[in-house]
């Protein structure tokens, strides 16, 4: 394995673990508009974006063996799939091990240590970065995040995504949603509990594209591999928990949207796209289990939305690449 450090400025690097976004300027708002359908027709785009299939419960996307083939060919389709490659207890470990460097990197006016179960501990003056979307300011440099940047089960992902044996590895960082709904907090010298809201800590990431599609699409052409993102749910994430937002389809057509669309940035950076696009419109959640890996195509349209529920929604960015 090799690596390379996620704290690089993303216009070096791009990835979807950073706070860098370029917004659109206002000029091109009409060309953007009226050019939304690309090369398909807008009666087409429902079937173009057909969401990512969902278990035999229906409350969680469909996962996939890092053994089974077939995962390639549904990355292929949808520009993302969700792969198990932690067992549960490897999540547990991964989460103690988040909320130990967490707490070792805490500034002087924390009050008490953060802990995974208690909301009393998740106010803004506990956390290292609490105005990060991410609540992180750093990599994630635990042993555990090495372990899984390491895991065999996601080298053998990558290494058939990209039928290469030598990969690199992103030094990336932990990624975090505190719950906002009906948190139970402990009352000071007293065993009662209140519960109460906190709509204040919701946050998303706006819908974006994790580097420039145009440059991008441009690199493909020139010979360039593909690009993939990734994250490692190390809690369960119902759709309440909050998280990941894709365009299941959306990587494929992108290579043509980029053609009827003026380019909004030079630069090779976390690109938004523009709210009156078609392509908001078919945004589907993807909630995952426990140790399940969302992989997506770097063409994929995505972003995040709040977590709803009263517990923290925990996760790892890994990517590997030749």
């Given at each position: 394995f090799y690596y390379y450090s996620m704290a690089e400025p993303s216009s070096k690097r791009g990835g979807s673990a950073s706070n860098n976004r370029k917004s659109p300027p206002k000029s091109d708002k009409?060309?953007?508009?009226?050019?939304?359908?690309?090369?398909?027709?807008?009666s087409d785009l429902k079937k173009l974006f057909q969401p990512y299939p969902r278990d035999d419960t229906g409350l969680y996307c469909q996962s996939y063996s890092p053994e089974d083939p077939e995962f390639l060919s549904v990355l292929k389709k949808y520009g993302i799939v969700v792969v198990r490659v932690l067992s549960e207890a490897e999540c547990d470990a991964s989460v103690d091990g988040m909320i130990q460097e967490l707490n070792n990197q805490a500034s002087s006016h924390q009050k008490m240590p953060l802990a995974k179960?208690?909301?009393t501990t998740w106010e803004d003056e506990n956390w290292p970065a609490p105005t990060s979307r991410f609540l992180t300011s750093t990599m994630a440099l635990h042993q555990t995040a090495w372990n899984n940047r390491t895991?065999?089960?996601?080298?053998?992902?990558?290494?058939?995504?990209?039928?290469?044996?030598?990969?690199w590895a992103s030094i990336d960082r932990w990624g975090i949603m505190r719950g906002t709904k009906n948190l139970a907090f402990k009352q000071p010298n007293s065993d009662q509990i209140s519960y109460e809201d906190r709509p204040t800590w919701q946050n998303t990431l706006t819908v974006h594209w994790d580097w420039n599609p145009w440059l991008q699409t441009a690199a493909e052409a020139a010979g360039a591999p593909e690009v993939y993102q990734g994250l490692i749910a190390l809690v369960d994430c119902p759709?309440?928990?909050?998280?990941?937002?894709?365009?299941?389809?959306?990587?494929?057509?992108?290579?043509?949207?980029?053609k009827d669309h003026k380019p909004y940035t030079n630069e090779n950076i976390i690109t938004r796209l523009n709210p009156h696009d078609s392509m908001n419109n078919y945004l589907h959640k993807f909630p995952v289990r426990k140790g399940d890996m969302i992989i997506w195509n770097g063409l994929t349209v995505h972003a995040t939305y709040p977590n709803t529920s009263d517990r923290l929604r925990i996760v790892q960015y890994i990517r590997l690449m030749p």
């Amino acid at each position: 394995f090799y690596y390379y450090s996620m704290a690089e400025p993303s216009s070096k690097r791009g990835g979807s673990a950073s706070n860098n976004r370029k917004s659109p300027p206002k000029s091109d708002k009409k060309q953007t508009q009226n050019s939304t359908t690309s090369s398909v027709a807008a009666s087409d785009l429902k079937k173009l974006f057909q969401p990512y299939p969902r278990d035999d419960t229906g409350l969680y996307c469909q996962s996939y063996s890092p053994e089974d083939p077939e995962f390639l060919s549904v990355l292929k389709k949808y520009g993302i799939v969700v792969v198990r490659v932690l067992s549960e207890a490897e999540c547990d470990a991964s989460v103690d091990g988040m909320i130990q460097e967490l707490n070792n990197q805490a500034s002087s006016h924390q009050k008490m240590p953060l802990a995974k179960d208690d909301p009393t501990t998740w106010e803004d003056e506990n956390w290292p970065a609490p105005t990060s979307r991410f609540l992180t300011s750093t990599m994630a440099l635990h042993q555990t995040a090495w372990n899984n940047r390491t895991h065999p089960n996601v080298y053998q992902v990558f290494q058939s995504i990209f039928n290469s044996e030598k990969l690199w590895a992103s030094i990336d960082r932990w990624g975090i949603m505190r719950g906002t709904k009906n948190l139970a907090f402990k009352q000071p010298n007293s065993d009662q509990i209140s519960y109460e809201d906190r709509p204040t800590w919701q946050n998303t990431l706006t819908v974006h594209w994790d580097w420039n599609p145009w440059l991008q699409t441009a690199a493909e052409a020139a010979g360039a591999p593909e690009v993939y993102q990734g994250l490692i749910a190390l809690v369960d994430c119902p759709e309440e928990v909050g998280g990941f937002l894709a365009v299941a389809g959306s990587t494929n057509y992108t290579r043509d949207w980029v053609k009827d669309h003026k380019p909004y940035t030079n630069e090779n950076i976390i690109t938004r796209l523009n709210p009156h696009d078609s392509m908001n419109n078919y945004l589907h959640k993807f909630p995952v289990r426990k140790g399940d890996m969302i992989i997506w195509n770097g063409l994929t349209v995505h972003a995040t939305y709040p977590n709803t529920s009263d517990r923290l929604r925990i996760v790892q960015y890994i990517r590997l690449m030749p």
